[in-house]
């Protein structure tokens, strides 16, 4: 069995006098689709902020490729290979859908502004580099069309897959989805469905889901972990998971 790209060890998180997260575990294997599903309130967006270093569990620990991540911020936790994208889109509404998705590439931007001064060829030669990377991002995600669109004139589906492609173009390790479907039409979903299938199937890319949309999350994740008021309680197959009395009665709010 693979070892796991990111472990999740008795994460608990609290607001004040709220508990957000309860000793939440579970691991993601490189290469699968994870999906983290429950009612509102249950933690699910909490745990993707833990994940991408927003917020520091306590107690809890947080591994990622092999490494003890837990207190590191943002910022860092990008660097090694962690990207997401947000349940409200948060793209410069301004700018092209080139400029957004090429802001996906700071992290791997080294010609600072006194160096490319000196040194303009390298900096000239990284800025190929960084295009020649985002045009494959958007060519894979059929936005060619609007690339010199600002992005804030797009239709609210094709803002979702702009922000799916800058996130993409920090060629992540692990790319965290939260809820990338909301909101979107019932061909916009299918895209997107496909779109998150090829990354997984083409690029290899580890994803974890978190998506309201059941009929989505059963079709496509090869895990589930269930989440009600901060603990989990279920996680298996869509298939374990579906069946299980203890997510019909908490999730779909059914009877005994």
Avoid: C
Wanted: hydrophobic letters at 45%.
């Amino acid at each position: 069995m693979a070892e796991p790209l990111l472990k999740v060890d008795g994460v608990h998180v609290g607001f004040g006098g709220i508990k957000a997260l309860r000793g939440v575990s579970f691991e993601v294997t490189p290469g699968s689709i994870f999906s983290i599903i429950g009612p509102n309130g249950a933690g699910k967006t909490t745990m993707i902020n833990v994940i991408s270093g927003v917020y520091h569990p306590d107690p809890g620990r947080i591994w990622f490729a092999g490494g003890d991540r837990t207190r590191l911020g943002p910022q860092r936790v990008a660097e090694l290979g962690i990207a997401r994208t947000f349940q409200n889109v948060a793209l410069f509404k301004g700018l092209t859908v080139l400029d957004n998705v090429l802001i996906g590439r700071h992290i791997f931007m080294r010609s600072g502004l006194f160096r490319s001064g000196l040194y303009w060829r390298l900096a000239q030669r990284e800025e190929i580099a960084h295009r020649a990377a985002v045009e494959r991002v958007i060519d894979f995600l059929e936005i060619t069309a609007i690339r010199k669109a600002p992005a804030g004139t797009l239709p609210y589906g094709l803002q979702k897959r702009v922000e799916l492609a800058r996130a993409l173009a920090m060629e992540p390790k692990l790319l965290l989805l939260d809820e990338p479907m909301a909101g979107m039409n019932l061909e916009e979903k299918e895209d997107m469905t496909r779109f998150i299938l090829d990354v997984a199937d083409e690029w290899g890319t580890t994803i974890i889901l978190i998506e309201h949309d059941m009929g989505v999350v059963m079709d496509i994740s090869g895990r589930v972990v269930v989440l009600d008021h901060g603990e989990k309680i279920a996680e298996g197959t869509p298939d374990e998971v579906r069946a299980d009395r203890a997510v019909v009665h908490a999730y779909l709010g059914e009877g005994e």
